[in-house]
């Protein structure tokens, strides 16, 4: 069946620190690959996305994220953490199965930022 | 920011009353979706839209229906709510074919059922 794990629930760092969020998949096909942030009170925005091509693909407020294949991955990356990026995350996945759209979200991932 | 509104933001009710979730956007996109948002299971769709009168259902359709006589108006509804719907319900736009087009949230709606 079609899964989507964020393995942590939450993540604490250091204002400066680097920050790594990991998602995996389980998808029969090479699916679209989405990571969402959702302040608190807020709806979700996108911060990037993966179709194909370059598997590094870089977002918007310094995000990163990587597609692995191998791995069934798509890691978000930031370099150095912000207070402001305190927040949920959330990976996504989408793909058609069976002539009908399945796009799934991951438990999502809080981020606490420490002064 | 993309011009959705949803309303109300916030409703309380009881069991076995129905209740609609309005989902209303500026944009003109194509494809409107509903979400409900849990603890530990992120988002799972409930239904999405098509265009006006075109709809389908998602991972967890059952107990809720929607209908789109409008492009700008997506409504879900709640025949008879029950205690396992208190949930915070989004709704979602795109101007791009599902899955690939980037999805524009709402501000949520917070339902509780008593």
């Known amino acids: 069946a079609q899964s989507v794990t964020q393995p942590d629930i939450h993540i604490t760092v250091s204002e400066g620190a680097s920050l790594e969020l990991r998602c995996n998949y389980s998808?029969?096909?090479?699916?679209?690959l989405f990571w969402y942030v959702q302040s608190p009170g807020q709806g979700l925005q996108l911060l990037l996305k993966y179709f194909s091509g370059d598997t590094l693909v870089q977002g918007i407020k310094g995000f990163e994220a990587e597609f692995k294949r191998s791995q069934s991955s798509f890691n978000l990356r930031k370099p150095s953490v912000h207070w402001s990026d305190a927040a949920e995350y959330f990976c996504a996945v989408g793909a058609w199965k069976s002539n009908n759209n399945d796009m799934r979200f991951g438990a999502g991932t809080r981020l606490t930022v420490k002064p | 920011d993309a011009g959705i509104t949803q309303s109300p933001r916030h409703k309380v009710t009881e069991t076995g009353t129905p209740v609609t979730l309005r989902c209303h956007q500026t944009e003109n996109h194509r494809y409107m979706y509903w979400y409900r948002q849990d603890p530990g299971h992120g988002l799972r769709l409930i239904h999405y839209?098509?265009?006006?009168?075109?709809?389908d259902k998602g991972e967890v359709s059952d107990g809720y229906s929607v209908s789109r006589s409008k492009t700008e108006d997506f409504l879900l509804t709640l025949e008879s709510a029950t205690s396992s719907q208190t949930s915070v319900y989004f709704c979602a736009i795109s101007d791009m074919e599902p899955p690939a087009g980037t999805q524009y949230f709402g501000p949520g709606t917070r339902l509780t059922v008593l």
């Open positions: 839209s098509y265009g006006v009168k075109d709809t």
């Open positions: 998808y029969g096909a090479t699916p679209y």
